[in-house]
């Protein structure tokens, strides 16, 4: 008991308020006696508790020499009445009413020993403060350990009802209170040993303890945070970490890795960890403050502060703070993410540079079991993930300049560790996603290769943090910097596999959104193929995420314009080794290809986007994905007439001139898509053809094909482009009724305006391009045949794949149109023309009979007039023989309209109608190539430029007799299986001979003209 006080002089124990000299030698022998006895010595009875307790307050004030006796005494007074206390808390949980008649009886006598107490540490600090300090706190302890079990006390765990219950009692209150009052007395000149006193009571008592640590910390945050870091730093170098006290020995054995395991190598730093971690919740800027003041402070000069002692900044107290504040991070989760990102901040290269040169001096075996404990931390890092991670990669890419000078030497060895300790990283993150504890084989000797995803997922802190950042490592990773996007792309598979299918699907749905070159989108496919083994069907969710992109409208132009081109490449690039390879289906590009074609109807609408690289990029998609047999008759007729609105928007494109080579490509994905679609059934070709028909007819696109634009043929100008004249009719009828005097009558008269404007301006046609109206035409009638021509229409042809892949059309031997193609064509044309006839006119009357249809000729002609592309479409039903024969009511408004003007005119020669001579021949010709004329009477059209208006019409009557007389019906047709045509054979319809009359009549007339042309007019 007299060790616990040695050293102290009695003197400064003496209390100035209660001198020796207040009791007699005979009075204090007594006290004495009494004391160790317990008896009173006058009357001879023993002492109560109250009466043994006052005796020893008394001796406490008045006998130094017996302080250490009367505290000892006082514990078991404080005992006591925990004691009372918690069995009158238990008593009236019972239901008990004598409940706190025990601890009321030594209340006073707590307040006294209190109030003795306090008054001494006020008058004397110094000779009190550390002795109460210490007896206070160690006693705290004895308390909570001791009465932890009781049914009246709450659990450790639950600190807050823990300190309420606490300092609700009288007797640990007061203990705490004289701690606070020596704390705040020994802050100034010695704070060690208060804090010393309380960890060591905290390693002792933890975790009944960590109230009274709570308290404290509370009360003196600054003070204790400082203090505490600083003792456990002590403590931390004296025990745990041999190799900063004696760098010198290489061959020692390292004990920093042993520290977070043995409670005996280092017995203050688990309390320093719950000290800390108690205060993090209120007070984590305080803390993180003092432990990145403890780094800096450690990379200083051996020079100390102002106000610190030399032992506190020792060389070997500075080479042990990183490996401290390390083991610290590692035993608390709170502190690493409390202080990481601001750490990484701190590491400048000046900084690194410090920390080079102290850890050169370290053993080899040191500095790796520093490097695993920081692996360790990055990967359990709850916060500040992403900005480690970036410091780390940027530390260690390879400079893009080679350095030279003294800095260079560092520089390199810094950027070498921090390689070493990426790569070490990924492995640990590897066998940590994999579930493979360390020193198992990368490939277990397991016939199931999914078998290590069984077992229960195990949480990895720093992967979790960078699921919210797989974007920005896409990013980074597609960068391809030298040796930063290998590192970036293995963390990226990692936490596809950490993350499971969520994350996987986001990864490659980045990388084929952002990637802009060949070698960035093989990115995808290096990412796809270890996530294949493990995930399987990624890559159909993968699409499905784009698609959904597509439709929130996440992407702007020219993001959705790459993710298209971006697809459409991965299933072109591998299309060919796809064809050879034996699993297909295996293969990336297959798999792409197949989840495309099950979301054509999401993007076929982007077909029509107002950005032409999005419709571009979406025709070259559709255009080489296969077309699903299980998509509806709904989604099939939208993606027709999409693509076939594409077309017309392609043709525009190249049309104006602004798209170069883009638009000569839009162009050709187009074509290619229309012929995927034409071959895939008999419902897709009749749609792409009746489209084709109508959108070419159509007067928002007649000027692609050298008509006339929809606002060019209107009799009266648009309203917004008339001229304001500033009419007033109410100013006109003022001046009008000042000059006429109706006086007299009933009537007025009111001035209406002026009807008219004078005469109209002279509307002038624009002219189109006369080649670029040649180059559309001949796409147009392109792709028409070719899809006329696609194995009847699709039959032979299971996804729509024949023809989808040659942009060369035409070829020296043409395949032959199809009739049921070639009638689709015409009866959309009749449709169009003339859409109030019925399509069952086919005979032909008498040509007295056109006086009756005058209407409807007028408006069929002016179509003729106004769609030049009309005889071309005729041109192709007429090679699918016996189609023609469906425009005949077409043909025949036609043939009206231009004998009534070959009869009305009075020119000269043919030649002088330019426009109804070219009809002449155009409807002629195309009547003998559909062999509704026989071939003598088809070549008048020979003749026509050679003639006058007047024998134009005399031959072009002789054609109308001959349809009068054999109208052309279907069933006149005979198919060839050798050619697979339709013939019609012209020997049934009887003798030609009186049908030509008029035409050898022609010839003999101008024989000296037509002579060498006599031959092909005979039978």
Known sequence: MSAVFDGAPLSAMQSPQAPQSSLSPQELALEIKAFISGVDQAQGRKLSVRDHARCAVRLLRTVPACRGAALEHLRGVYDEYVLA??????????????????????????????????EFIRLNPKAWAPLVSSWAVDLLGQLSSKHAGRRGAPHSSSLNELLQLWMSCTATRSLMENYSQCLAAMLAWCPDACVDALLDTSVQHSPHFDWVVAHIGSSFPGTIISRVLACGLKDFCAHGYQGAASPEMPNQQSSLMLCATEKSCVPKIGSVV???????????????????????????????????????????????????????????????????????????????????EQFQVLPREEIDNMVSLAVHLISQNPAGGPRVLRFLVDTATPASVIMSGPASAPQEGIRESCDRLLQLLLLHLHKLVYNRPDGDDIYPPSSSSTSTFLSPPRVIPFLEELRGHVGELCAETLKLERKRHLWLHQLLCLLSVYGGPSVATEALCQLLTLARTPEELALSSQLHAPLSICLPGLLPAAVMRCVAQIHTQNLGSKELAQLLNNLASVIQNNEEENRGASGVQSSMAAQVGVAVSSHLHDFCPLLLHGNPAVSQAAARLLSCSQLSRAASPAELLVISRAAVAHFFLALRLRAGGNGGKDGGDSVSYSIQLLSRLAAFSQLTLKAVLQQLVEGALHRGNADLFGGQREDQDGDHPSPSLTPDLGTSLLNINCKFGTTVNFSGSVWSVFHAGVIGMGLKTPHIVPHSDPERVTQNLQTLLAVAVHCCSSSSGGTNSSNGTSGGNSRCLPSDEPAPISAEAAKVIAVTLVESVCPDVANGELVWPPEEHARTTVERDIHIRRCFEGNPVLFHLLRVVAAGRPALCYCSVVLRGLLATLLAHWESSREQTALDSPWHLQASCLLVSCMGEGQLLPPVLSNIHEIFPYLTPFEVRLLLLAVWEYMRGNSPMPQKFSFSAEKG???????????????????????HKNIDQLGHLCWRFQL
Not at 982 to 1003: I, N
């Open 85 to 118: 206390f918690l069995q009158d808390l238990e008593g009236e949980g019972d239901g008990g009413g004598a409940g706190g008649s025990g601890s009321l009886s030594l209340e006073d006598v707590i307040e006294e020993i209190h109030g003795v107490l306090s």
């Open 981 to 1003: 045509l339709f013939y019609r054979d012209f020997s049934r319809d009887g003798d030609l001979s009186r049908y030509l009359a008029p035409v050898y009549s022609v010839l």
């Open 274 to 356: 719950g000290i800390l971690g108690h205060l993090a919740s209120r007070h984590a800027d305080s803390i993180k403050k003092e432990l990145l003041r403890m780094f800096q402070e450690s990379l200083t000069s051996a020079q100390p502060p102002s106000g610190v002692a030399v032992r506190e900044s020792s060389p070997q107290l500075r080479r042990a703070t990183v490996p401290f504040l390390l083991q610290l991070a590692a035993l608390s989760p709170t502190l690493l993410g409390a202080v990481s990102a601001e750490l990484v901040d701190c590491l400048r290269p000046p900084v690194l540079l410090q920390l080079q």
